[in-house]
Every structure is written in C-alpha cells, then in structure tokens.
C-alpha cells in the first residue's frame, strides 16, 4: 500500500456548512451517527498488527517503523458506509490501558471511549485525503472488500484525535475517522 502522508493540521479545513459539523462536533461520532438514521451498524474490517505509518508517528510518539495494532472498520446508517474508522494504539500497552479493544468485534469503539470519565481526547487534527494517501487507499480497499460499489471523490476530508488514560502514564489510542461522502447527505431524525 502507498505510504504517502496526508498534510494534518490543528485548524478546521475551509469546509462547506453541511460539512463543518461532522468534523468539528467534540461529542461522540457514533452517538451523531445514530441521531441521523434508523439503523446504525459497524462492520469490522480487519484488527491485525501492523507497521505504524510516518504520519503517526508523532501523535502516537513511537518510532516509524514499529509494529502497532491496527483496527479498521466501517460505519455504516441505514446501510450505507458514511464513515472509515482507522485506530491504531501499542501492541505492549493495549492490555494495560485499553482491556476492552480485543473484545469490540463489530461494536463501536466510541461508546467504550465516551463511557469512561478517566478517558480524554486531544484536540483534532484535520485532513483532505487525496486518492495518493495511504489513507484514502485503505478506506478504497474497506469499502471495495464490504462489497459496496463507491465511487470516491478525488478528496475525501479527516480527522484524528489521540485518546489517553488519565491514571496510565504514557497511554495512546488514536483513531482516525475518514468521511464518506454519504455521511454529508444524512439529516437527522426527529425525537421519539
């Protein structure tokens, strides 16, 4: 896969309005995803060990290079992917600090993250992914191996944030959410 790093930076992109809140929005993705659809769904793509990528280097602080755990998967409304999740964190510490990532399957790792007071996240980082980046190509590859016929835009906008553990010193989770463009055609759901 191509390793070319997308350019992450900490202001919000020039985005349109309709845009604008599914990147800026601090609260849990997962939960917004569920208030705009009926029947909310994860698919679990692959959670495997892999090699840490340039462009994660720093947020992870681990050396480039070095074997991580890796899970993509892919969120989907109604049926539809509207989001690509990539999260990688260190094979040697996801016991300590993270217990419950080997056991999510296809359940979202937001409600784990959000339900925990002693978690926090980093501010985001944000990206337009060009179809170069190692990035987009793995959000290509998931949707291509779901089997949904998706045609991309040559753009596809990022962000990141990195998660850690209050009480375990040196704790690093960061997950990458890439929109989809059907993600920006949701509308939400009147309250029951």
Known sequence: MHTRPALWQKNILQVQPSQRHWLVDAGSLTLKLKKHCAQFQVTRINQTRAPLQLSEQAPLQRPTGRTILQRQVLLHCDGAPVV??????????????????????????GLALFSNPLIYRNPFEYAHLKSSDWLYQAAAQALRQSSFPYNLPATLLARRAVFQHEKHANSRMMVTEVMLPSVFLLTRKPES
């Open 84 to 109: 690509f999740a990539h999260t990688v964190t260190s094979i040697e510490r996801v016991g300590r600090d993270w217990p419950f990532f080997n056991a999510l399957g296809n359940k979202a790792l």
